[in-house]
């Protein structure tokens, strides 16, 4: 009696596919080359990494995924806009395929004053300068910098919000900024005050569409 054994288990494996945006489920395909892989299997895809906002990616994890031919398809959902190396498992050790991937981020979905801005010394009714020019950051849902994707160059406005002590007091220069890698530097903002008197409360609103962030009780200084 002869006993043949036949190697089922495919030679290698690739993952492909394109993974454009965070939190856009995407479907990869992996193909299996050599013994093709025909039936379920289990799939298990790592690599991912969370979002700053600790936000985790959504993988298989010991998914039954159906071959045909060699070929079957997983959907992921990555939520961080930085380079990551997927990697997926079939079976536990059959095979294993890796995939570079490096998603944008998402629409802005909030704003930050990552540098606040100051308001510089009064010189009596005249415009003065801010001291410190404001620098706002676009993140999307999930706390990535919009340095990438839709929102990267999206314009963010200047305002004051609501009234000023004492009355009056007003905004000049640029008070409209489009964003680069979803950052927006704002240059050359001054403000007027109302009357010839310090700013004791200006509250300012930063806007991109509906999404606002507020800086609150600035004041000039003598």
Known sequence: NVTVTLNTAPTTASLSGTVATVGTATNLTITTFGNQLNGTYAVTITGGTNAPDTTAPT????????????????????????????????DGTIVTAALAVNPAAGACASLTATTPPVLGVRAGIAAVDMATQPV?????????????????????????????????????????????????????????????????????????????????????SA
């Open 59 to 90: 993988l298989p994890v010991a998914q039954n995924v159906t071959f045909n031919n060699g070929v079957a398809t997983v959907s992921v959902t990555l939520t961080n806009a930085a380079a990551q190396n997927l990697v997926a498992t079939i």
């Open 136 to 220: 706002i950051t676009l993140k999307d849902q999930y706390g990535n910098t919009c340095a990438t994707g839709a929102s990267a160059t999206d314009a963010v406005t200047l305002a004051i919000n609501g009234a000023t002590t004492p009355a009056g007091a007003t905004l000049g220069g640029t008070l409209t900024v489009n964003a680069v890698n979803g950052v927006a530097t704002f240059a050359g903002v001054n403000v007027t005050p109302g009357s010839d008197a310090q700013i004791t409360d200006l509250d300012l609103r930063f806007s991109s569409g509906a999404v606002t962030v507020d800086v609150n009780d600035l004041s000039t």
